[in-house]
């Protein structure tokens, strides 16, 4: 039982490219979510999922999209990369009333 | 004015202290609270629900003031291993916004 997996660890991309965050859970939870940390800055909600095929938008969606085809994946994709995205990004996945259960995440530097 | 202060520390105490931790929530409808611990460059995990009576997980002790909306966690007999960020956190789930709401945390820096 691998918990949420998140690759890549690191990244880094230069302004303007594209990229893919992958995340996938085998814990069969329905709820995943993903979220940005900036230094001195809580973590923020990006985009969320409520089960296969169902998404919305967080606080901070802006420059980012989600799909969510089947329950164990949920990628993050970066359409044109900005300094501002330059973060450290979690995915999270939980099921019911359970507490979340984070990966380990991806440092993201955009140059 | 954010929607859950903290105090960022840090906290520098030594060991077998007790150090405690206060954070305001501006949500007056928020149901559920939580304390995440993020150890340095590492995910956050779940360190303790926080229930309205007060709640006690061996040297820690969470407590909850809906009417101040005020949430606090203390730790007694400090070790070098509680040296960590803890996150106050406020699950919106029930309010509409499907997410949790994390303070920006509190850094506790445990000394021998």
């Known amino acids: 039982n691998a918990g949420v997996t998140q690759t890549p660890k690191f990244q880094v991309l230069k302004t303007g490219q594209s990229m893919t965050l992958q995340c996938a859970q085998d814990m069969n939870h329905e709820y995943m979510s993903w979220y940005r940390q900036d230094p001195g800055m809580g973590l923020r909600l990006i985009h969320y999922?409520?089960?296969?095929?169902?998404?919305d938008q967080g606080e901070v969606p802006n420059g980012y999209n989600v799909s969510r085809s089947t329950t164990e994946d949920f990628p993050l994709r970066l359409l044109s990369a900005a300094p501002s995205q330059t973060s450290v990004y979690f995915c999270a996945s939980k099921q019911g009333g359970r507490g979340y259960t984070f990966g380990s995440g991806t440092r993201l530097t955009v140059v | 004015r954010k929607e859950v202060e903290q105090d960022p520390g840090p906290f520098n105490v030594p060991e077998g202290a007790t150090v405690a931790f206060n954070c305001t929530y501006s949500n007056s409808a928020s149901q559920s609270f939580f304390w995440y611990r993020q150890d340095c460059r590492k995910e956050p995990k779940l360190l303790m629900s926080?229930?309205?009576s007060g709640n006690e997980d061996g040297r820690f002790t969470a407590q909850l003031n809906r009417a101040s909306q005020y949430i606090s966690l203390l730790i007694r007999d400090s070790k070098l291993s509680d040296s960590a960020t803890y996150l106050c956190v406020v699950n919106d789930e029930d309010t509409g916004r499907r997410a949790l709401t994390f303070g920006s945390g509190t850094r506790l820096q445990v000394q021998p």
């Open positions: 999922s409520v089960g296969a095929g169902i998404t």
């Open positions: 926080v229930y309205s």
